[in-house]
Structures are given as structure tokens and as C-alpha cells.
């Protein structure tokens, strides 16, 4: 049974940063393209950021372009989300997804999803 479960979410004012974690189990962690999603109250899940089975490329939305960092440990099946210079309009439901396919930007290529960590940034 595959699981992917979050943690490190919580509330912080602007400016703050916020580390989140995903640790996945019953996959075989190395040959998914781990991703990070986010979805706002009344809004459409976003793509956040993603990093690649290969071990090399990582991919960003440009709203969090150089604010954000996502890192892997295939060692220990898990993926991280640095979240730095955090602003309000990052407040949302963070979660992470597995997908064995390409289109890493799009929620509905994943297979596998966790249920999500709320992050909360006050001004």
C-alpha cells in the first residue's frame, strides 16, 4: 500500500520560511518523479515544484521561483520543499505526489497523492 504522508506545515508570518517534509513507503521511491502541489481555499490545485527521478532537475513555479527549493533522500524515500521569504498569498494546503510519467506540472498525471499539510502565512 502505497502512502505519502506530509509534515512540517503550521503558521508563520511573512518573511518566515517553513521546511516540509514527504516520506513515502510502499513504492519504489527512486524510479518516481516526486512533485509538490498546493491548493488555496476556492482555488485550483497549483503545481509548486518538482524534482526528477533522474537525481538532477528540478522544476519550479514561477510564484515560487527562487524562494523555494525541492531536494530528495532516495535513501530514505524521502522529499523536501524549503520554503523561504514565504508570503501570504502562499497560504494553502501543501501536498506531495508521485507520478512515473513526464508531465510533472499537471495534478492529474500523479498516481499517488498524500493527504497534505496546511501552511499559513500571516502579514
Known amino acids: 500500500q502505497v502512502q505519502l504522508v506530509e509534515s512540517g506545515g503550521g503558521l508563520v508570518q511573512s518573511g518566515c520560511s517553513l521546511r516540509l517534509a514527504c516520506a513515502a513507503s510502499?513504492?519504489?521511491?527512486?524510479?518516481?518523479?516526486m512533485g509538490w502541489f498546493r491548493q488555496a481555499p476556492g482555488k485550483e490545485r497549483e503545481f509548486v515544484a518538482a524534482?526528477?527521478?533522474?537525481?538532477?532537475?528540478?522544476l519550479y513555479a514561477d510564484s515560487v521561483q527562487g524562494r523555494f527549493t525541492i531536494s530528495r533522500d532516495n535513501a530514505k524515500n524521502m522529499v523536501y520543499l524549503q520554503m523561504n521569504s514565504l508570503k501570504p498569498e502562499d497560504t494553502a494546503a501543501y501536498c506531495c505526489a508521485a507520478t512515473t510519467g513526464l508531465r510533472v506540472r499537471f495534478p492529474e498525471r500523479y498516481n499517488y497523492w498524500g493527504q497534505g499539510t496546511q501552511v499559513t502565512v500571516s502579514s
Open positions: 524534482f526528477l527521478r533522474n537525481g538532477i532537475t528540478t
Open positions: 510502499g513504492l519504489t521511491f527512486s524510479i518516481y518523479n
